[in-house]
Structure formats: structure tokens, C-alpha cells
């Protein structure tokens, strides 16, 4: 894995680990704040699986990959950063 591959793969775990910390603080809510909390980690897991695939998909080629295609997944990746910051607002 190049140096920027990996750099990705720890933001996505560090963001991952984040979320389960959260789904376990998730459980103490109730009503529809609950609701509302399990609905947007789901789907943040979601986008997340989804990005790890990508990035197994071109792991291996990543040497190869324009800065155009390195340039979308840190964009991803950003993105997937910042519906994590929405969702924490829920414990503030």
C-alpha cells in the first residue's frame, strides 16, 4: 500500500472507532432523538463500508491512480468526516 493508501485506511478506522463509540452512547438516548442518532450511524456505516471497498478496490493500484481519482477519495473521506461531526452534536 502506498503512503497515501494507508494514510486513508487510518483515517477510516480512527472514523469507524469514533462511530462505535458513539452507537454505544446511542443506546442511553430515548425516544426519537434515539431514532434519529441510529438512523444517521447506520447510514454513516454505510458510507463507510462503502469507501473501505473502494479503497480495497484500488489498494493495489493506487501507485498508478491519477491525483484526480486520490483527490475524490479524500474528498469522501472529508465528507464522511463531517456527517461524523453532525452526529456527535446529539451528545453536546
Known amino acids: 500500500m502506498s503512503v497515501k493508501t494507508n494514510e ?3 483515517r477510516l478506522d480512527e472514523i469507524e472507532s469514533r462511530v462505535r463509540d ?3 452512547k446511542a443506546r442511553e438516548l430515548t425516544g426519537n432523538a434515539k431514532l434519529e442518532v441510529e438512523k444517521q450511524l ?3 456505516e ?3 463500508s462503502e469507501l473501505r471497498n473502494q479503497l480495497s478496490q484500488f489498494a493495489s493500484k493506487a ?3 491519477g491525483d484526480e481519482v486520490k483527490a475524490g477519495f479524500s ?15 446529539f451528545f453536546k
Open 8 to 10: 486513508w485506511q487510518a
Open 22 to 24: 458513539l452507537r454505544g
Open 42 to 44: 447506520d447510514a454513516f
Open 46 to 48: 454505510v458510507k463507510a
Open 63 to 65: 501507485e498508478a491512480a
Open 75 to 89: 474528498s469522501a473521506l472529508e465528507e464522511l468526516e463531517k456527517s461524523y461531526s453532525r452526529a456527535v452534536t
